[in-house]
């Protein structure tokens, strides 16, 4: 036999309440395992935070660091929604979504602004841009998993032929 002592900090009921409900919300986003996003943001700290959240929640995320190069990269790759930063170099979220909204194939794909412009005249300017939604920075997780849930369809299992067995 043997024993060892472990002397641990005790905790609160908010901590293990926190767990509960960062559990439950993952669970009511699990439907949506597996749908791609786009997040284009040119701030690093911000790309590597909300990569984090969104990979470890199941999402599979592509970046990029502006509006232009998230042009070329919907072009490339299927994506179940767009997080699009508004002030970046080269070309802004604005204008990013003008050009995407342009696209046949891209008129109906969910935009969600993720700005720290907050006020009611940046949302609307966002909203006649063409995007769906906004959510400022800091990012909430809840919020942001709300969105989400909002704007992404859930991927349905592909159909199973049955045929007789006999």
């Not at 700290?45 to 199941?58: C, K, M, P, S």
């Not at 909203?127 to 998993?145: R, S, V, Y």
Request: hydrophobic share 45%; net charge negative; aromatic share 6%.
């Amino acid at each position: 036999t043997f024993w060892f002592t472990a002397r641990l900090g005790k905790g609160t009921a908010k901590e293990g309440a926190e767990g509960q409900q960062e559990a439950s919300m993952l669970e009511n986003i699990s439907a949506l395992n597996g749908s791609v996003i786009l997040l284009v943001e040119d701030n690093e700290f911000n790309q590597l935070l909300a990569t984090e959240i969104l990979t470890d929640a199941g999402f599979v995320v592509d970046v990029a660091a502006d509006g232009e190069k998230s042009l070329v990269m919907i072009e490339k790759r299927p994506y179940d929604v767009i997080l699009m930063d508004m002030q970046m170099p080269v070309m802004d979220g604005v204008t990013a979504t003008v050009e995407i909204r342009k696209k046949d194939p891209f008129r109906d794909l969910p935009i969600i602004a993720m700005t720290a412009n907050v006020m009611a005249a940046d949302i609307e300017r966002c909203m006649k841009a063409g995007m769906n939604d906004h959510i400022g920075k800091p990012i909430d997780p809840e919020e942001l998993f709300g969105k989400l849930r909002k704007w992404i369809r859930p991927r349905t299992a592909p159909a199973v032929a049955s045929s007789p067995v006999g």
